[in-house]
């Protein structure tokens, strides 16, 4: 499942928290003794009145006699249950069925016990196509109604009667009963179309599939229509609503390449006999890697392939390879159970830009591996974390699972250890691994042991130690002494407030960048110092070479000079980006103060690298909004516009063919200066923001989306009623998926009270799908000008916002209170929440806690020092 940056760093489990004793949780796990091995399925849809009919057969073998079967089952109604004994004279009994709907389980009791060996279960059942974006679900455009799945992590449950667990795989038939003008994609290929047996209605039947678990399964029953494409000789298609076909090219055409460079790296060729890719009106996740059948929210896989921009096309790139990778990490080979969640979501995340970046390298994968490693730390070093395997039984532990940790800090981990490695002997490991468990579950420990016997390295020990500890380490160097370097190891926390274990150790690989060559050392939790040869000239250290280490480094004032000295030279834009990373980190942990940090990105001010000037400056973004005063941000203000003005300027007007980075970092000191009040700006972004409404069509080649986009981003800050109705009824316009987005996003900017109460009233109107109402609410929330007034809103129209919220959703509203900086507002916010609940939602809004008493420090600790630091700049 692909869920984007910002929600991987906003769903984050709080899972060291205090949890029910775990007898009371290991019962929602299945009983064991039993092992399903074909589901036969067989569902007809009723599209206007939301409901479905089920008839299943399941081939299944008991260890031993037993007069019982339990499986999960929810919002089921079961009309029959059969149970079949034996091949040539099969003997059958009728089973009594009770429900217990806390554990969403149902138990089959017969009246003679069942003996060891085969069964077969027969059973009919009906149920209801939800609204909830999950199980078998309806998604709806003007024009009709579509059946759509979404299964991962525990709601097959919902769609069919199952054994609801990673473990218990088995292989399928599936057939759908649908109406006459309608089709259906499922994971496999389709083998029949026939007539009946309702009038007016044909049974679509699909190809066997291989042995897959349970939440893998997805059928989808629609007027889908598709491009084709194909692959090393498997035929590919991208589908959509008929209306946004034409939209579909550019993932083909991504997947096309993808799928090649996956047979290569895996050494293993895809398994299934075609890879479909739907796009979906309404999806929660931002896509869900079913196996042969990849499911997306519109926005995930839908761009203009003549006409997109490059950040649009980069995230369908992107999303498509994280899905894909899944076909391996996840389908093939699947976790034993969800305590290993990462070894799906981390490996998919750590490949999602490889083939991308071979694909594509001007686009600048790295810089953006290296700006969500720094954001993965900063997660992780929060008071309240978890490890990257965790214990979680019930669904609700489940489902929160699905976070920055899971994703963010396990890819990281293991981009890590293959730079350690090499990535030659990292893939090979990866694929002993896959192969050793074709079609089976893995455990971390199969994964680690499979890298340590290929490498001849402690892999082992070092997966060890990140996987099964909490944080970040902290490395503190001290000045060579007789050709080591003094290093110190900690637990790092951003707030120094924490009271966690900071004795914490690591085994870690450590690789130095200096004159020479880089070169790599192991620190175990004994070391104090790192082993240098001699001969390593130490005028410049720089502790994390290729920006891949999982850990945060405290140079002495001395090794920090010369590596800022040399930065611009010597330090790949990776590495700056860490750099900054680090230096922020430190800033916020108490170690070094708000001045030291300006005076850095000041020193960077004319990186040629977009992504390096954008981490630094959203940083900058950071000290305005929870640090400064009112003074202090009109000060920081006019230093931005004094110092970044000129760079601008030198950059010029776009020009034809230009390099995607140039694109990014004019669009970047553009919406920087907006933001500072630039008049120059503002007016040129005015200007932009009407011609790009004047041209809808995209007919005017002399616009640079990138440049245009921010400048719509700072005119609706600052917009006026005309402008609002104008991004309003693009918000409202379907055509394109991204485009719609990207106007909700934009009506959220506007900071007028009057506009502000017309976006909350459209977010919770029921015109906004309820998969992105919380983003508006979220947008508000961050923005000091709009957060009290959407505060005030939510309280006071709690039924209705409360309405929108879908399974997940409202944890990210929950979250994004976490902007606030006050005591009186944190306050109201554990008042407000103790008498509202959210469903799931206790640990992130413990989270959220944390964060505002982080700012509370912060801004407390910090502000004199950026005071004084403003006061030493010249004044314009």
Known sequence: MFLNAALRYTLLALSTLALPATTALQAQRLPGGVHPEHYSLTLTPDLQAATFIGTEYIDLTLEAPSTTITLNAAEIKFLSVMATIGDSVPKSQAAIVTLDAAKEQATFTFAKELPAGKITLQISYTGILNDKLRGFYLSKTKARNYAVTQFEPTDARRAYPSFDEPALKATYDISLVIDGADTAIANTNLVSDTPGPIAGKHTLKFATTPKMSTYLVAFLVGDFKCTSGKADGVPIRACSTPDKVEMTKFAVESAEYILHYYNNYFGIKYPMPKLDMIALPDFEAGAMENFGCITYRETDLLVDARMGSIPAKKRVAVVVAHEMAHQWFGDMVTMQWWDNLWLNEGFATWMETKPVAKWKPEWNFPQDDAQDLDNTLNLDSQKTTRTIRARAETPGEINEMFDGIAYGKAGAVLGMVENYLGEEVFRQGVHNYLQAHLYANATAEDFWDAQTANSHLPVDKIMESFVTQPGVPLLDLSEKKSGQVPIAQSRFFLSPTSTGNTAQRWTLPVCIKTTNKPICRLLTPQDSVLPLSADIGMQFLYANANGKGYYRTAYTPQQFNAIVAKAETTLTPSERIDLVGDRWALVRSGQSTVGDYLNLVLALKSDSNAAVLDNALYKVATIDTRIANDDDRTQLAAVLRRELSPIYTALGKPTKNESFDRQQLRALLFETLGTAKDPVVLAEARQLTDRAFADPNHKDKTLDPILTDAAVAITTSNGDTVLYEKILAASKDSRDPGQQSDALRNLARFCDPTLVTRTLDYAVSGQVR???????????????????????????????????????????????????????????????????????????????????????????????????????????
């Open 770 to 876: 309820n998969q992105d109402s919380w983003i508006v609410l979220a947008m508000l929330l961050k923005n000091r000008v709009t957060r009290d007034q959407t505060w005030n809103y939510i309280q006071q129209n709690w039924d209705k916002v409360h309405a929108q919220f879908t399974t997940n959703s409202g944890v990210r509203v929950v979250a994004a209170t976490g902007s606030f900086c006050s005591a009186n507002q944190r306050d109201e916010v554990i008042s407000f929440f103790a008498a509202h609940k959210v469903d799931a939602s206790e640990r992130t809004l413990s989270k959220a806690i944390d964060s505002i008493n982080d700012c509370i420090h912060l801004r407390t600790a910090q502000q004199p020092s950026l005071h004084q630091w403003l006061e030493t700049q010249p004044k314009q």
